[in-house]
């Protein structure tokens, strides 16, 4: 997907100037927020149920999540709090 795909489905959202890529296990997220650089902003292990929190306080727009066991949930949550999510191949 390509960055004028994202913008576009992000449409009537402001896009901040952060993505966060993570990797979703059971029992913690890794979370690495970069910006549209490329460059590390923050990274952290967090527990699941802090993650959302972790997101808004970073001013996040777009999710980018390692399809997993876990994902269907996740891209629900996310995508319920207005974030444009992408499902990645684990590869």
């Given at each position: 997907m390509g960055?004028?795909?994202?913008?576009k489905a992000a449409?009537?959202?402001v896009m901040s100037c952060f993505v966060c890529g993570l990797d979703v296990h059971r029992r913690?997220?890794?979370?690495?927020v970069v910006d549209w650089f490329g460059s590390v902003v923050e990274s952290r292990?967090?527990?699941?149920?802090?993650?959302?929190l972790f997101l808004s306080s970073m001013n996040v727009s777009l999710v980018v999540v390692e399809s997993s066991s876990y994902?269907?949930?996740?891209?629900?949550?996310l995508g319920g709090?207005?974030?444009v999510v992408i499902v990645a191949?684990?590869?």
């Open positions: 960055l004028g795909l994202i913008l449409q009537g959202n913690f997220c890794e979370a690495t292990r967090l527990p699941g149920d802090e993650l959302y994902v269907y949930l996740m891209y629900s949550r709090m207005g974030l191949h684990p590869r």
